[in-house]
């Protein structure tokens, strides 16, 4: 380092051992913050988005938009292609699916989040949604990481079940380093010994990306969990370690959901939930 430090020309040399450049903070000290139309993510604004699981019908995702608007959401999330672990489950409505998000959009301006599983359907995605969601199956999906690199459309990255932290952020780094520079990350709980919950919520991991990274970062407590009941304080606690929001699934009849009833809120809870994040919000510097 020193030989190089000397020359005249050389104002600063920084010793980089992560092999992350692009998204490490080291070489962008500032926040990022991703601008939507209609949205940012990573500024004073926390991002609430809630919704179901699975997009099941135009009328469930129409009004489960209306619910968690009214409760103080401000994204709608909802699968449309689902990947779930096995093949005899529900496996989302598809194309039709991703129009009904567009339709609820239209009813209730809230922007959509939801999952991309094929490379194929990147052109699709780049046109009808607002934020391209990659599932924890899909983290080192490098083929589509690539090619969502060449867009310009916000990427919702989810750690992987087994990943670590860096492994994670050498996937964002796929995506940034290909051009596209909108990447949140969502830490959606990982896999440990603990059986009590379906994964761990691995709180850590946001001061730690809040210090190796300027992306920004939202924390998942419904997946994290499995456990509708313990989503709200773990919601919570996601805001005052300083996650840039949270992704919660609302159901309107849990019961009957076709993904993922378990650990889905009525709307009533989801607006007992956002009411707590409102202080903890405040807390944090930060608005809902
Ligand atoms: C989801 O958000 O619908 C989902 C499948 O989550 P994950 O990829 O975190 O399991
Ligand atoms: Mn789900």
């Known amino acids: 380092m020193e030989p190089i430090q000397e020359h005249e020309a050389v104002k600063k040399v920084m010793r ?5 450049k692009k998204v490490n903070r080291a070489f962008h000290p500032d926040d990022t913050v991703i601008v939507g139309d209609g949205f940012t993510i990573g500024d004073k604004q926390l991002a609430v988005m809630a919704g179901p699981c699975s ?3 135009e009328e469930q995702i129409i ?5 968690v608007k009214a409760a103080g959401a401000n994204f709608l999330r909802g699968g449309a292609f689902k990947p779930r672990t096995s093949p005899y489950r529900f496996q989302g409505l598809g194309r039709e699916g991703l129009d009904y998000l567009v339709t609820a959009k239209k009813e209730t301006g809230l922007p ?6 094929n490379t194929e359907d990147i052109d699709l995605f780049v046109d009808k949604v607002d934020v391209i969601q990659v599932g924890a199956r899909n983290m080192q999906n490098f083929a589509l990481l690539k090619e969502l690199g060449k867009t310009k459309k916000p990427v919702l990255l989810k750690r992987g079940l087994s990943a670590t932290i860096d ?12 051009g596209n520079p909108n990447v949140v990350l969502c830490e959606r709980g990982i896999r440990t010994f603990e059986p009590a919950t379906r994964n761990t919520l691995d709180i850590s991991a ?8 300027h992306l920004p970062i939202i924390v998942d407590p419904s997946h994290a969990t499995g456990l ?16 840039d929001g949270v992704m919660v699934e609302v159901h309107e009849n849990p019961a009957e959901a076709l993904s993922d009833g378990k650990q889905s809120l009525l709307p009533e809870k989801f607006s007992a939930l956002t009411q707590k994040l409102k202080s903890a919000a405040a807390l944090m510097g930060r608005v809902v």
């Open 16 to 20: 980089v051992q992560e092999p992350y």
């Open 55 to 57: 997009v099941e019908s």
């Open 63 to 67: 009004s489960a938009a209306r619910a």
């Open 112 to 117: 959509i989040v939801t999952e991309i599983i």
């Open 167 to 178: 492994e994670w952020l050498m996937s964002a780094e796929y995506i940034v380093s290909g």
């Open 206 to 213: 946001v001061p730690v990306v809040k210090r190796q990274s």
């Open 228 to 243: 509708w009941w313990a989503v709200e304080p773990l919601a919570v606690a996601a805001v005052c370690a300083g996650a």
